[in-house]
């Protein structure tokens, strides 16, 4: 949907600082864009990783159609590829489509296969990021391009992995029913995050929807949820575990 601030700028993305010892690459596949900070370059390792993820989803997408066209939970049967299976899952446990999740989907079967050669591994997905990390990380959470992220979530080392997904109807290309500016979910599981970062933008039309957010968030914690920010206009409001931290 159009938004107030529509945009698919990465400029978000120039404040994004490694650690010592870490660099920093992109990854970018068709519809796939990646930031990637980690102990070591492996964008052509990743690359081609990507490249058989992406073949999974598309591959099941072209024999079943709905998959990518549905705006509602779709079943999958149990020898369809683990992606696509997560996907699925994620999808019915947040009531919206499976491609709801794609993005964390992507994150993390990134962060999951090569967190064996580097144990610090972030992985950032448009907005949706998958972090396995060894130290304490801040992750920034962007409601306006244009003036840049001033709150950040704090992740304590030893909470990792960690996934920290978005939605929004005025940032990005991705759908969202909603109107709200921002809705960002913490979880370990970045497909469920990223479905439930969807799901609850997609309750938020006004600043009286934020108790009906919040209200649906507490619900979800029972299926893995473990906080959420929302912001519509100047009004947010935050449940859960998150240490929320002001950025330089």
Same mark, same amino acid.
């Given at each position: 949907m159009a938004g107030r601030?529509?945009?698919? =700028? *990465?400029?978000? *993305?120039d404040a994004v600082r490694p650690g010592s010892g870490e660099v920093r690459f992109q990854v970018a596949m068709e519809q796939t864009d990646l930031l990637i900070v980690a102990e070591q370059d492996l964008r052509d390792e990743i690359a081609a990783f990507v490249a058989g993820v992406r073949g999974e989803? #598309?591959?099941?997408?072209?024999?079943?159609? =709905?998959?990518?066209?549905? &705006?509602?939970? +779709? =079943?999958?049967?149990?020898?369809?590829? /683990?992606?696509?299976?997560?996907?699925?899952?994620? !999808?019915?446990?947040? !009531?919206v489509g499976p491609m709801a999740a794609v993005a964390g989907a992507v994150a993390q079967a990134v962060g999951e296969a090569f967190v064996g050669q580097s144990p610090n591994i &972030?992985? /950032?997905? !448009?907005? $949706?990021?998958? &972090?396995?990390?060894?130290?304490? *990380? +801040?992750?920034?959470?962007?409601? $306006?391009? !244009?003036?840049g992220a001033s709150i950040g979530l704090r992740i304590e080392a030893g909470a990792f992995p960690v996934s920290v997904c978005a939605s929004s109807s005025t940032i990005g290309h991705s759908l969202s029913l909603g109107t709200g500016d921002l809705v960002a979910?913490?979880?370990?599981?970045?497909?469920f995050a990223d479905a439930a970062a969807t799901a609850l933008c997609n309750e938020l039309r006004s600043e009286a929807d934020m =108790? %009906?957010?919040? *209200? %649906?968030? #507490?619900e979800l914690a029972a299926q893995g949820l473990d906080g959420v920010f929302a912001q519509y206009d100047q009004k947010v409001a935050a449940w859960g575990d998150l240490e929320l931290v002001a950025l330089d």
């Open positions: 601030h529509l945009s698919t =700028d *990465r400029a978000y *993305r989803i #598309k591959n099941w997408i072209m024999f079943h159609p =709905d998959f990518a066209e549905s &705006l509602v939970p +779709v =079943d999958v049967p149990e020898d369809a590829p /683990e992606v696509v299976r997560a996907m699925a899952h994620a !999808g019915r446990a947040c !009531g &972030l992985v /950032e997905n !448009g907005g $949706d990021t998958f &972090l396995c990390s060894t130290r304490e *990380r +801040v992750v920034a959470l962007l409601a $306006d391009p !244009g003036s979910v913490r979880a370990r599981d970045a497909r =108790d %009906r957010v919040l *209200r %649906r968030a #507490k």
